[in-house]
């Protein structure tokens, strides 16, 4: 595996080595553009409508929006030159509780292994972190932006999670209204479906489906067999949630 990163964990006089690699890889379908008439895939070309000519990458320019069709512009030497310092490093501000990390901030998950010479002191602070369970919470550069991140004790290693700033996480409450109170029979059934389906979470259970089967149903198109797509019905809300609530509770006992 490839590191993405390598400098050092910093706090206070303590300086670790490490690197870091992608914790996970985008498994996702991608397709290609294809052009509808000849199946050609399509090229993106950097097109500029007023002078109606192809703009080559050294000629473009970066443009702050400040209202509608007008932009402060700034060239890639000015935006350079306001890229945070610090690239080698990260600089531990605290260590917190691993339980007041919320979930919604968290955004990109990185393993990090030691550095050349750095396996006591790595080891040690990781047996550190999972004995007291606690993560350390600190900044770093990498590709020209600043991260807000926490490392904490995951299996026998490491793992770095960047995440959000505060004013990039939405309010929950911008979508919700007033919820109704559900009464105690609601809940006493509810609860009695939840148990009956409790079990341990396993991810080897679930595979992506969808894309095994847009990889079958190429491998069928490009062997020249004819593929009826069948639409999927949609789910309906319940009109009466007790009634659904009975049924369900008797179709996963029996």
């Known amino acids: 595996m490839r590191a993405v990163w390598s400098g050092t964990i910093n706090f206070v006089l303590v300086n670790i080595p490490v690197r870091l690699f992608s914790a996970a890889e985008d498994k996702r379908v991608h397709f290609r553009n294809l052009c509808g008439v000849c199946d050609t895939p399509i090229n993106i070309k950097r097109w500029c409508p007023k002078c109606e000519k192809e703009v080559p990458y050294e000629n473009i320019n970066k443009g702050f929006p400040v209202e509608k069709d007008r932009f402060v512009v700034f060239a890639p030497k000015e935006l350079q030159a306001l890229e945070p310092e610090g690239g080698g490093a990260i600089t531990v501000d605290k260590f917190v509780d691993t339980s007041e990390i919320t979930p919604i901030a968290c955004d990109s998950f990185y393993f990090v292994a030691p550095d050349k010479e750095a396996e006591r002191a790595y080891s040690l602070i990781q047996k550190v972190l999972a004995l007291h369970n606690k993560a350390m919470v600190g900044r770093f550069v990498t590709r020209g932006k600043e991260y807000v991140c926490v490392i904490q004790a995951y299996q026998r290693g490491l793992l770095l999670t960047t995440l959000h700033f505060s004013d990039e996480i939405h309010d929950i409450g911008e979508v919700l209204e007033d919820l109704p109170v559900p009464s105690e029979d609601e809940i006493r ?37 004819e593929i009826i797509v069948e639409a999927i019905p949609k789910p309906t809300a319940p009109t009466d949630l007790m009634k659904e609530l009975r049924r369900s509770i008797e179709v996963v006992t029996h």
């Open 189 to 225: 059934l509810a609860s009695t479906l939840v148990n009956k389906l409790s079990g341990r979470f396993n991810l080897d259970e679930y595979m992506d489906n969808y894309r095994s089967m847009v990889e079958e149903l190429a491998l069928q198109k490009d062997k020249g067999k």
